[in-house]
């Protein structure tokens, strides 16, 4: 299953482009065009040796990067996925989860634990 993660706290958003109330995502505001880095970030717990899943990024609802699988672990994990994309206003990025079987995504962790973190780049 992908499931979206529905991120409701923000650290600080200088160009209030995401939205932590609705959407849950960050949309390029009008005249942010570029390239951007991003970071996902989810943790698992209450694992066993048979769950597995990934973190993904989604660009305008479509995955385009994801970590790698996480199988055969015991307990608590975290993993991350990174990327930079080309965007152009009005592009959006979602955080999602896929999970095949087991455990549960940690989202009262606080941002510590489950998180989407990205910047513009200056290049």
Same mark, same amino acid.
């Given at each position: 299953?992908? /499931?979206?993660?529905? &991120?409701? %706290? $923000? ?12 959407? *849950?995502?960050? +949309?390029?505001? +009008?005249?942010?065009?570029?390239? *951007? #880095? #991003?970071?996902? +970030?989810? +943790?698992? %717990? ?5 769950? $597995?899943?990934? %973190? ?5 609802? /479509? #995955?385009? @990067?994801?970590?790698?699988? #996480? @199988?055969?672990?015991?307990?608590? %994990?975290? *993993? @991350?996925? /990174? @990327?930079?994309?080309? &965007?152009?206003? =009005?592009?959006?990025? $979602? &955080? ?6 087991? =455990?549960?995504?940690? !989202?009262?962790?606080? $941002? !510590?634990?489950?998180? &989407?973190? =990205?910047?513009?780049? =200056?290049?």
């Amino acid at each position: 299953t992908v /499931t979206k993660i529905n &991120l409701n %706290v $923000e650290s600080f958003d200088t160009d209030d482009a995401f939205d932590s109330s609705t959407n *849950y995502r960050f +949309t390029v505001p +009008t005249g942010g065009d570029g390239k *951007y #880095f #991003f970071v996902g +970030t989810i +943790t698992w %717990v209450n694992l066993t040796n048979e769950d $597995e899943g990934q %973190v993904r990024i989604h660009k305008n609802g /479509t #995955f385009v @990067q994801g970590s790698g699988y #996480f @199988q055969g672990q015991n307990g608590t %994990v975290t *993993y @991350q996925a /990174t @990327q930079v994309l080309n &965007l152009v206003a =009005g592009d959006y990025i $979602e &955080l999602h989860g896929y999970q095949v079987s087991g =455990g549960a995504i940690n !989202a009262d962790g606080g $941002e !510590a634990y489950t998180n &989407l973190k =990205g910047y513009k780049l =200056g290049i």
